[in-house]
């Protein structure tokens, strides 16, 4: 076991355990267990393989509780009665250079192709956030990392639709002028998009935020005062809120213009990820981050990717934010005895869908023991050194995203076809 780095209220550690011959997450969250002992885990993910070694990811949260007891351990409910299977997922874990869906809302159109064979589409925010763009299908089931985890363990269900009460919380550090602009698109979002708000509020303290992409090769970050996000969460929700935009001052770095030129890693989208389940994971509600970014650096438009186009069209990320979080679900525990109806649980997943070599989540290990619904696309590349040649679970894999769709679907959608391909070629003067 080896330590990364060491944060302000947060710890995070690369934990390591035999390959065992058969892989069952059950069995292995009780190997990790002896490791990870009281810690209050916000993310836990594979991030290497060998034939021999697993290496696991874990950032866990020191002085706060989580809603749900002991989130990472599967459910022990066991396989409920079968439901209808009308939900497709669509993962793409953030900040590790994935080439669909890595960058700037880059997944969306694979998303709302997705959306046209499936009564919902469950997905999370880099999938569909695109700064001032927003798509998101009508039948997007919203949700970050954390909320997202515990659905697929079975811990957690879902209730769709649910309108959202939006609370929002500003980082102190802010300047005046910024946060004016900022409140000035809650209420273009409130006029436009018809999204109901309980209020905003502002930390007491500054966050001190440092994005950095870590010896493993993927982003993370260091977050001082992160407290102030969840205390001021707490309050919102205690206030009626149901759904909590965040809004953090984050400085640019130099991999930015890796980034922008569409080859690199996102280089906040580690630190944003800790951000988001920090406060998902104490609320109980779906939250999602959009950044303030400071830069000394002049934008040289000329040179930005299409895929990272949409983070230089504007100042604000917070529009498809709020747009997204429109979708968000109402969370329920599982064990809660008097159930809603309508409410939508693991075995309702059609399908699973993630990049070949980024499968690593706990719910994904335990939704393809129960279901064998998991598919792996191999075209969806990452910066992690997983194989799924070295886990002793059966994957079903398919080359691209495409060969997923019907043929019908693709003709009718309306979508630029060559958006769904890499690379992706600019629009050029004719």
Known sequence: MSTIKSFTGIEEKILEIDNPAVFSWTEAYSTLLKQIGNRHLIKLNLIKTTPSRLYFHLIALDGF????????????????ESKEKNIVSLIVPTGIGAAFGGYAGDANVIANMFSKDCKYLLTHPNVVNGSVLSDPPKNMIYA????????????????CPSRNKIGV?????????????EINVLNAAKSF??????????????????????????????????????EKSLLLKSKGATAIALCCLIPDLDTNSKYSSGVGIDPIGGVESIIS????????????HAPVIVSNEKTDYKFINPVSASEYIGKSFLPSVLSGLRFAPKIVLSTESAMPAESLSYTNLKSTILPANAFGIPGIF???ELLNNVVLVEENKTCLDVSHMHINMKFKLVKSYLDLIDKKVIEQSNICIESMKRPVEKVHQV
């Open 366 to 368: 335990y939704v393809n």
């Open 193 to 230: 998009y018809g999204c109901d708000f309980i209020g905003w509020t502002q930390t007491d303290k500054l966050l001190q935020i440092e994005p950095f992409i870590n010896e493993y090769g993927f982003s993370s970050g260091k977050i001082k005062n992160i407290e102030q996000l969840i």
């Open 144 to 159: 970050e990392g954390f909320s997202l985890d515990q659905f697929l363990l079975g811990r957690i269900n879902f209730v």
């Open 169 to 181: 919380v500003f980082d102190r550090g802010i300047t005046d002028e910024r946060l004016g602009y």
């Open 277 to 288: 389940r920090a406060v998902s994971s104490c609320t109980g509600l779906v939250s999602a």
């Open 65 to 80: 509780n989580s809603f749900i007891d002991n989130p990472f351990s599967p459910s022990e409910i066991g396989l409920p």
